[in-house]
T-cell receptor
Framework: AAGVIQSPRHLIKEKRETATLKCYPI?????VYWYQQGPGQDPQFLIS???????DKGSIPDRFSAQQFSDYHSELNMSSLELGDSALYFC????????????????FGPGTRLTVL | AQSVTQLDSQVPVFEEAPVELRCNYS??????LFWYVQYPNQGLQLLLK??????LVKGINGFEAEFNKSQTSFHLRKPSVHISDTAEYFC?????????????FGRGTSLIVHP
């Protein structure tokens, strides 16, 4: 079965540079989530989109922005990169958001490992 | 703020031995509970989940977990581990009805299975 695709899988950038991470959800999934996982840390939720609109916002720095496009893929744009941005960035997708007492399983991609030098 | 605590950062165990990975969360209001496994250089994979019903939940790869509301715990167990179970395990909790549907993750427990 098709899974969540993330590109690139690895990215090396210098401080103050910009980076763009891409996420392609499972076909027919309309919701995308971004998480950041620092070395030895738990995944921290950054932001999510449902039907191309931002649906929830977590601890995403102001230097980061994201959007979801008409084909439901999403891009996370990161500017003025800092050493502390080095992490594994996960994208997950689901069919719907499962608000209230509903539940919609999130399927995770393999992640993009960003290294800032 | 709500929190998820995985008490053990690392659990070494010998192959074929039983294992328990502990998870506690901060509030006893209505919750959905999850365990994820992360193999090296891979994404998170859902092992099992508790939404409602029986407090004993069975998942993939022979894992099971028990929801204990009074102790606000959701410990993961396997009666006999295999080398291939070596991975990072994350407990996650979603507090229901609180406005957010985003789960909160614990810090993770590294399960190391020795031959």
């Amino acid at each position: 079965a098709a899974g969540v695709i993330q590109s690139p899988r690895h990215l090396i950038k210098e401080k103050r540079e910009t980076a763009t991470l891409k996420c392609y959800p499972i076909p027919r999934h309309d919701t995308v989530y971004w998480y950041q996982q620092g070395p030895g840390q738990d995944p921290q939720f950054l932001i999510s989109f449902y039907e191309k609109m931002q649906s929830d916002k977590g601890s995403i720095p102001d230097r980061f922005s994201a959007q979801q496009f008409s084909d439901y893929h999403s891009e996370l744009n990161m500017s003025s990169l800092e050493l502390g941005d080095s992490a594994l960035y996960f994208c997950a997708s689901s069919l719907g958001v499962g608000g209230g007492s509903g539940y919609n399983e999130q399927f995770f991609g393999p992640g993009t490992r960003l290294t800032v030098l | 703020a709500q929190s998820v605590t995985q008490l053990d950062s690392q659990v070494p165990v010998f192959e074929e031995a039983p294992v328990e990975l502990r998870c506690n969360y901060s509030s006893s209001v209505s919750v959905y509970l999850f365990w994820y496994v992360q193999y090296p250089n891979q994404g998170l994979q859902l092992l099992l989940k508790y939404l409602s019903g029986s407090t004993l939940v069975k998942g993939i790869n022979g894992f099971e977990a028990e929801f204990n509301k009074s102790q606000t715990s959701f410990h993961l167990r396997k009666p006999s581990v295999h080398i291939s179970d070596t991975a990072e395990y994350f407990c996650a909790v979603r507090w229901v009805g609180g406005g957010s549907y985003i789960p909160t993750f614990g810090r993770g427990t590294s399960l190391i299975v020795h031959p």
